[in-house]
């Protein structure tokens, strides 16, 4: 280069172009030329020993003073702090990426960048030079495609994936001169559905990280182009592609994910679409603004009846999540799922499940595990409205651990408000409690249809809380509290049936036990006493003046006299006894019972029938040929007066919790 020869200005779309290239490659930091010659001219006045020297144009003058504009009229100081700004939002990725990164010249090295990474193509579109921005309609070819394509890894992260784009034309830029617009280029991506590279997830989403800022959410399965918009000559663009499951946000298609471990950073909304979670899935919910939010749809954890590897939901660390929040599915499946670290009441939710108005529901096997100190539910079932038109296959509940200590909410909620008649099955479920606070395992309102069946209940205060609600009691054990516990409480005209109908045993062979200052093992408020032929032992722990087996009022219109109660067993402590009872008619008028003869030798019939239920289920029913019993099953509740208790919303389920507590 001759001497005295004045070195070009940059234009500020050279200055981002080299930049950005230079990111492209993995440089750490920039550093630009700041100063320019001595001379203010920057003519060739300054010389050496052999002549003048060559002249050239820094970001600041001779003066230290920041060049403001360029030799082009251009803002010169404002397009390099612009150029920084943009950096130094990156800054926080691009530290983290390793040695692992590609940089592509799309144009000449098009198949290295298909063959070696997740893109299928990367296509660019002309500007129409009338109507901008509008873009022409057919790409361009590969040859005239002047891009830079580089992808980065962050060793941090196994799922999400980081690519730049950087728009190689450098020409000045005016929008509103048509005659300079000729560098901007629109810019679509294809991703290869088939790389392995997006195993484990369907819904992606695609985020501009200069601001965070959502670009699109796309289905990885179809190759369709993802649009990243326009590119001003020079401009380079940093990426994130990362599950929706993980990031939060909304689905576009159906959801299958797992088989690992992954975090949840925000609220998913399903869109109406079904997420399905495969066996050997953990995954940990970030903060308490991520959770799981389904409107319609199905939803699926697991694999039944057939044995699979489990599905654990939790938090990080000591901190919790908001549960999830199902509406309106057509089925609801939780198979082998544990539940951990639910945020409790009035935080952010009140239940790991909450499950409204869903056409079937099977949870089975799964555990629900409460924080101490927390007062959080396991599962809120409600059907909200009349849904006569719906289909309501209904609820079933197998085998499932309730361990919730240290909360005030039920472990279960079942709510009709709609006053909707639908099956209910709940069978094999251990409920535990080792809390002198935990109020009831299983709260039901308005549930007519169904049955609770051989499950175990260990140390709640008000184990089975009843709401108009009618269902059949079979086979279950109930250890209360010892803080003055009640084993069944039936309300407001409910009906629970611990009786033989007949020669079937829908319900009976129950086993009642509580105990502390005022223990009943069945509570009636204006409800019905079902336990004739039941073959149920009701057990006091003491036998104090506020103890009983049997307390609380019956309808007038049952009118029965005696009253049929024969073949139970009655026990305090350990001795058999006679019945301890304070049961009146709802105008406070003594029942005369018949508990003769009693039955503490009980041995559960062996002779069984097997119902269909369909979806997979089978309910049993133990029979003896001769038996006579005296109960009803099922029993459809005549329509109630007003004034009835009974649940319509969240705010009235707390009130109801707070009573519970008394």
Not at 187 to 206: A, M, Y
Not at 345 to 360: F, K, N, P
């Amino acid at each position: 280069m001759a001497k005295g020869h004045m070195l070009k200005e940059p234009t500020n779309e050279e200055m981002a172009l080299t930049a950005n290239l230079a990111i492209s490659y993995g440089a750490k930091g920039l550093m630009y030329f700041a100063w320019g010659s001595s001379n203010s001219t920057y003519d060739t006045a300054r010389v050496d020993s052999t002549g003048p020297v060559i002249c050239s144009r820094g970001l600041v003058n001779t003066d230290y003073t920041p060049r403001r504009l360029n030799v082009y009229g251009q803002n010169k100081w404002e397009a390099i702090k612009q150029i920084n700004e943009k950096i130094k939002k990156w800054d926080s990725y691009l530290m983290r990426f390793d040695s692992q990164r590609s940089s592509y010249i799309v144009r000449s090295e098009k198949n290295a960048l298909t063959s070696e990474t997740f893109f299928d193509d990367i296509l660019t579109y002309k500007p129409l030079d009338q109507d901008f921005p509008s873009h022409q309609f057919y790409p361009e070819t590969e040859a005239q495609r002047y891009l830079q394509l580089a992808t980065f890894n962050d060793p941090n992260s196994e799922v999400d994936k980081f690519f730049m784009v950087v728009n190689r034309r450098c020409s000045p830029f005016n929008s509103n001169d048509p005659g300079l617009i000729s560098g901007i280029r629109y810019v679509t991506v294809k991703i290869d559905s088939n790389h392995s590279e997006f195993s484990g997830f369907n819904n992606w989403s695609l985020y501009d990280l200069e601001n965070d800022s959502l670009t699109a959410t796309f289905d990885k399965r179809d190759n369709s182009t993802i649009d990243l918009g326009w590119f001003l000559p020079g401009e380079g663009k940093l990426y994130k592609l990362a599950p929706v499951m993980q990031e939060g946000g909304t689905l576009v298609v159906d959801e299958d994910c797992g088989g690992f471990e992954f975090d949840c950073k925000g609220e998913v909304n399903n869109n109406g679409y079904d997420i399905t979670i495969v066996p050997n899935t953990t995954i940990v919910f970030a903060n308490t603004s991520a959770r799981l939010n389904m409107n319609g749809g199905n939803f699926k954890s697991g694999i039944y009846p057939d044995e699979s590897l489990p599905i654990t939901l939790k938090s990080v660390g000591s901190t919790t999540w908001k549960g999830m929040k199902l509406n309106g599915c057509t089925n609801v499946e939780i198979f082998s799922t544990d539940f951990e670290d639910v945020s409790p009441y009035q935080v952010d939710s009140t239940y790991a499940v909450e499950i409204t108005d869903c056409g079937y529901v099977n949870i089975s096997n799964s555990g629900f595990i409460a924080e101490p100190s927390t007062n959080t539910g396991a599962l809120l079932i409600s059907y909200t409205s009349d849904t006569s038109g719906s289909r309501i296959d209904g609820v079933y509940l197998y085998n499932n651990n309730f361990n919730m200590n240290l909360n005030a909410m039920p472990a279960v909620s079942v709510i009709a408000t709609g006053y909707v008649v639908f099956p209910m099955l709940m069978e094999w479920n251990s409920f535990e409690s080792n809390s002198v606070n935990s109020s009831v395992a299983i709260l039901l309102s308005n549930v007519t249809g169904g049955a609770i069946k051989e499950n175990n209940f260990t140390g709640y205060d008000k184990t089975v809380f009843m709401l108009g609600s009618s269902i059949d009691f079979y086979g279950n054990s109930i250890i209360g509290s010892d803080q003055s516990s009640k084993g069944i409480l039936q309300y407001a005209a409910s009906n629970a049936n611990l009786s033989a109908s007949g020669e079937m045993f829908t319900g009976g062979y129950n086993t009642v036990t509580v105990g502390g200052q005022t223990a009943k093992c069945i509570e009636l408020r204006n409800s019905y006493l079902l336990i004739d032929h039941g073959y149920n032992t009701f057990r006091l722990e003491s036998s104090i003046t506020g103890n009983y087996h049997l307390e609380g009022t019956i309808p007038n219109d049952y009118g029965a006299d005696p009253y049929p109660a024969e073949l139970n067993c009655y026990q305090i402590g350990n001795p058999n006894t006679e019945p301890k009872h304070n049961v009146r008619w709802i105008d406070e008028t003594p029942i005369n019972f018949d508990f003769d003869p009693a039955d503490c030798e009980v041995t559960e019939q062996e002779n069984l029938m097997v119902f269909n239920l369909d979806n997979g289920i089978n309910d049993t029913v133990r029979y003896e040929s001769g038996c006579s019993g005296g109960g009803e099953s099922n029993v459809k509740l005549p329509a109630r007066a007003g004034g009835e208790l009974k649940i319509t919303n969240m705010e009235k389920l707390q009130e109801l919790v707070q009573f519970l507590r008394v």
